[in-house]
């Protein structure tokens, strides 16, 4: 199971972090992302970070603002938002997946969501 939490309401330049705890399976083994889903949009991918945080990934929207981080001995991943628009407004998810991949069909271990809302 996958847990994100992190999310609230922040003004726009503002910063958040996201955390997601993992549990259940080897947390070392998989690849994790972020994905993001907007009100009446598609998920849409964020960020992923290779098994041991050695690489990471990032659609081009929040390069240069967000970062993803891993910490695998507390089974937990990062996104550590920085200058936040309204834009990013978005239930953020975090999953696993066994390759690295920006497709939300090969993630798996959806779990809730974080709510995060920028004002503007």
């Known amino acids: 199971q996958l847990q994100a939490s992190g999310g609230g309401l922040v003004q726009a330049g503002g910063s958040l972090r996201l955390s997601c705890a993992a549990s259940?399976?080897?947390?070392?083994?998989?690849?994790m992302g972020w994905f993001r889903q907007a009100p009446g949009k598609e998920r849409e991918f964020v960020a992923a970070v290779s098994r041991y945080g050695i690489n990471t990934y990032y659609t081009d929207s929040v390069k240069d603002r967000f970062t993803i981080s891993r910490d695998n001995a507390k089974n937990t991943v990062y996104l550590q938002m920085n200058s936040l628009k309204p834009e990013d407004t978005a239930v953020y998810y975090c999953a696993r997946s066994t390759v690295i991949t920006r497709t939300p069909a090969e993630y798996s271990g959806w779990g809730q969501g974080t709510l995060v809302t920028v004002s503007s």
């Open positions: 259940g399976r080897p947390f070392s083994n998989y690849y």
